[in-house]
């Protein structure tokens, strides 16, 4: 009888012998590498959701143990939009019984058809009364040296005179200055720095990114000057290393932090330099960094393709980020009407 090559290709797996089990350290690591596959704003957030779920169901006597019931969650959807939350806010909280069913192992909620057009209708819904999502407001050049002209000469001014003009001058999400270390920040050519981003939302896995930080034409808001500032505050409090962006306390001689600010933090810091400067904080958010990061560049001739690079857009969602050139050359007024 001739051998079927087919069967010196394949390898079978022995079955495994039934004595054999695994230990409690080997689950404690695997859960602990499925946690580490979630960025830590991520698992936190989805915490939040869990605890919400699980007390929506206990002020209605209903089981909260995975596997939800697929009407009971539509139910919760439609709850949540009753009570005025948006799409968004409705559709993450899904997310999060999504992903703790898919980690046990559990056909997720949002795969059922019931709980996929409960969700529709939420959005058609609220699109339909007038709701649109929010998008941070794009600051500009001048807004932003309004917001660092007045900072104090403090530690705590430096910090934040540092942080905002990095974010606008790189096009930074707020997490990506949360993890910025001082290590992270060498001198490069032409009297500007490499400014390593270790990780980002659209790099979880750490392959990191190297983005060149340029003088600017202003003392004032020249971003090198504030990064050198800074750090000089750092060395003077034998800060070498570790986070670059972390807490100042209060006083003649303010303490540091050892650990790196919060996303939220970021979001204070600017709240209170729009306060003092008086400009407007309606739509202001640290992506509003980001987003003007985008429309200036477009707006002073940077090819797309750096914008891309430097604010490491992976596609071209940035075009939605540049609210000014829909005018440059608008295709409407080429049709000869």
């Not at 000469?153 to 910090?159: F, L, N, S």
Request: with cysteine; aromatic share 4%.
């Amino acid at each position: 009888m001739t051998e079927d090559p087919t069967e010196r290709a394949i390898a079978v797996p022995e079955a495994p012998d039934e004595a054999g089990l695994l230990l409690p350290g080997d689950l404690t690591a695997v859960g602990a590498y499925v946690d580490a596959s979630l960025a830590d704003s991520t698992r936190e957030a989805y915490a939040r959701d869990l605890a919400a779920w699980a007390t929506w169901c206990r002020g209605r006597s209903l089981p909260a143990a995975l596997p939800a019931d697929p009407l009971t969650v539509a139910a919760w959807l439609a709850a949540m939009a009753d009570e005025g939350h948006s799409p968004r806010y409705v559709a993450r909280r899904l997310s999060a019984l999504n992903d703790a069913h898919r980690r046990s192992g559990l056909t997720p909620p949002g795969d059922s058809e019931g709980v996929r057009r409960t969700l529709t209708g939420i959005r058609r819904t609220a699109v339909r009364s007038g709701y649109r999502p929010r998008r941070a407001r794009a600051v500009d050049t001048a807004t932003v040296r309004a917001l660092v002209e007045d900072l104090p000469d403090t530690p705590a001014g430096a910090r934040d005179r540092c942080l905002i003009l990095v974010g606008f001058a790189l096009g930074l999400r707020a997490s990506d200055l949360c993890g910025l270390r001082v290590e992270d920040v060498v001198p490069a050519g032409h009297g500007g720095l490499d400014v390593l981003v270790r990780f980002s939302k659209t790099d979880q896995e750490g392959a990191g990114e190297t983005l060149a930080l340029a003088e600017g034409v202003r003392e004032t808001t020249c971003p090198v000057r504030a990064v050198r500032a800074w750090l000089a505050v750092l060395a003077a409090h034998d800060v070498t290393s570790g986070p670059l962006f972390r807490s100042v306390g209060k006083g003649r001689a303010p303490r540091l932090g050892e650990a790196p600010l919060t996303t939220r933090s970021v979001d204070l810091v600017l709240q209170r330099a729009a306060e003092r400067a008086g400009v407007s904080a309606e739509g202001l958010s640290p992506h509003s960094l980001r987003r003007g990061f985008a429309t200036t560049a477009y707006a002073q001739g940077v090819p797309e393709k750096e914008i891309s690079r430097t604010g490491r857009w992976r596609s071209l969602v940035v075009r939605s980020y540049d609210a000014s050139s829909r005018w440059a050359d608008p295709a409407s007024g080429s049709l000869g009407l």
